[in-house]
Nanobody
Framework: QVRLVESGGGLVQAGGSLRLSCAAS????????MGWFRQAPGKEREFVAA????????YYADSVKGRFTISRDNAKNTVSPQMNSLKPEDTAVYYC??????????????????WGQGTQVTVSS
């Protein structure tokens, strides 16, 4: 059993920054690959970023490359996207997810076993 709690969402102006965080509990955090997804109103949930369980490889959606940076802190059981140069198109509910292995097809929603409740990010123009 893994429990995930997202935090750090809020309202920012275009061009601003936010840092989200996902806190995990219930099993060894370092064993789990971690992903972030988002869902905007009227749109399907989409991949944002992911980190392998070993912490050696990060993946990003093309839409956020160069603006978002994902990091892991295994000692604190957290994974955090630093989101810079935010755009109104980034407005969405952001979800943390965990896969019970160190890797996999991490761009796919179906690869994940556990999900957080989501945190709202709103970017105004």
């Amino acid at each position: 059993q893994v429990r995930l709690v997202e935090s750090g969402g809020g309202l920012v102006q275009a061009g601003g920054s936010l840092r989200l965080s996902c806190a995990a509990s219930g099993r060894t955090f370092s064993d789990c690959a971690m992903g972030w997804f988002r869902q905007a109103p009227g749109k399907e949930r989409e991949f944002v970023a992911a980190f392998t369980g070993g912490g050696s490889t990060a993946y990003y959606a093309d839409s956020v490359k160069g603006r978002f940076t994902i990091s892991r802190d295994n000692a604190k059981n957290t994974v955090s996207p630093q989101m810079n140069s935010l755009k109104p198109e980034d407005t969405a509910v952001y979800y943390c997810a965990a896969h019970k292995a160190v890797g996999g097809y991490l761009r796919s929603q179906g690869s994940y076993d556990y999900w957080g409740q989501g945190t709202q990010v709103t970017v105004s123009s």
